[in-house]
Each structure stands twice: as C-alpha cells, then as structure tokens.
C-alpha cells in the first residue's frame, strides 16, 4: 500500500514539474527557461526538481513523450475498425480532439515546441509517426474508394493540422456534431462526371 501511495506521489510530483516548466517555457521560452525557476514554478526546492529531471532537455522529452504516446494510445484501437474511410478518419480526429482539449495546456505547448531535441533522443517520434501515417493511410484508402476527395493526402494532413490548431486552441468551441459536419464537407467524395 505505502508503495502505490509513493507511486502515485511521484507521478503527481512529475506532472506539477510537467506544468510548472510549460509555462516557464511559454514566458521564456525553453533556451532562456533556468531549472530554478522550473522548480518555484512548480512550487518545488531545485533539488527536488533535479531528482526527477537533471535537465531542462529531460523535461521537454518527457512532455513530447507522454503528449503524443496519449494521442496515439487514445486512437491506437479504433484503428482497424471496420467503417468507411472518412467515417473513420472523422471518428480519429474527434477522439483526439477530447484528448487534446482535456490537457490543453501540454498540447499547445507541444503543437508549437522547437525541435531542440536532438534525433538520438526523440523517444517520441514513434508515437508521432505512427498517428501521422495512420491518418495518412487512411486518407489514401478513402481517395481510392472515392468516400474522400481525391486531394493529395500529404497536403490534406498539413491542412488539417491548421483546422485541427484552429478549432483546438483558438477558441472555436465545437461539439462533436459541428466538428463531424465540417470534416465532412472539407472531406466530400469528389463528384464524378
């Protein structure tokens, strides 16, 4: 029992540093941020703070970690369900919506971050391909079976990321009706001739 409740403090613990260093790093930004006031931020002594992370680069790479392993978990499952592609494709995109909303603070910290990280150490990027080339794939199976507009999938994901940023973070507030019927006018089967 001690055990679980000291587990449990520490993961509450590493997320108080998690927030605390967001929003140093958003006033400051992640070069200018010092560990010292990481640690007051967090309402933490620096010794504390460094037990958990020795440096600024092991806090950011756990942020990028566990934000995009979240989004790829949350949608992870409902990836071989069997429904057309664009039913599909909206589902996924609803799905992280909600993830996304219900921890805005590391996601519009994590949607903007620099890439400071160097590759070696981009524990992350599994996580972050694997969506990107899910969604992707998905794009392509519905371009080929006409249930999506014949657009170049490539394109589509970095439009998409600006209408996904836009409806996220700058305050347009759709429920999950809205969000479908947008996705579903921007993703209309082309109309043949």
């Given at each position: 029992?001690?055990?679980?409740?000291?587990?449990?403090?520490?993961?509450?613990?590493?997320?108080?540093?998690?927030?605390?260093?967001i929003?140093?790093?958003?006033?400051?930004?992640?070069?200018?941020?010092?560990?010292?006031?990481?640690?007051?931020?967090?309402?933490?002594?620096?010794?504390?703070?460094?037990y958990?992370?020795?440096?600024?680069?092991?806090?950011?790479?756990n942020?990028?970690?566990?934000?995009?392993?979240?989004?790829?978990?949350?949608?992870?499952?409902?990836?071989?369900?069997?429904?057309?592609?664009?039913?599909?494709?909206?589902?996924?995109?609803?799905?992280?919506?909600?993830?996304?909303?219900?921890?805005?603070?590391?996601?519009?910290?994590?949607?903007?971050?620099?890439?400071?990280?160097?590759?070696?150490?981009?524990?992350?990027?599994?996580?972050?391909?694997?969506?990107?080339?899910?969604?992707?794939?998905?794009?392509?199976?519905?371009?080929?079976?006409?249930?999506?507009?014949?657009?170049?999938?490539?394109?589509?994901?970095?439009?998409?990321?600006?209408?996904?940023?836009?409806?996220?973070?700058?305050?347009?507030?759709?429920?999950?009706?809205e969000?479908?019927?947008?996705?579903?006018?921007?993703?209309?089967?082309?109309?043949?001739?």
């Amino acid at each position: 029992m001690k055990n679980e409740r000291k587990i449990e403090e520490r993961k509450i613990r590493k997320e108080r540093i998690i927030i605390g260093a967001i929003n140093i790093f958003k006033k400051k930004g992640v070069e200018n941020a010092t560990m010292s006031e990481i640690a007051k931020e967090s309402g933490f002594g620096t010794a504390t703070l460094y037990y958990y992370f020795p440096s600024k680069e092991e806090i950011l790479i756990n942020m990028m970690e566990r934000g995009w392993m979240q989004l790829w978990e949350s949608i992870e499952d409902k990836m071989n369900e069997n429904i057309p592609s664009r039913q599909k494709f909206i589902k996924l995109l609803n799905i992280m919506s909600k993830t996304v909303k219900n921890n805005k603070t590391l996601y519009e910290f994590l949607f903007t971050a620099p890439n400071i990280i160097d590759k070696s150490k981009q524990s992350w990027k599994p996580y972050q391909e694997s969506l990107y080339k899910s969604l992707q794939e998905i794009l392509e199976e519905g371009a080929k079976d006409d249930n999506i507009t014949n657009l170049q999938p490539e394109l589509v994901m970095k439009a998409l990321g600006g209408i996904f940023h836009g409806i996220v973070f700058l305050g347009y507030e759709l429920n999950e009706n809205e969000f479908t019927t947008i996705m579903n006018k921007f993703l209309k089967p082309s109309v043949k001739k």
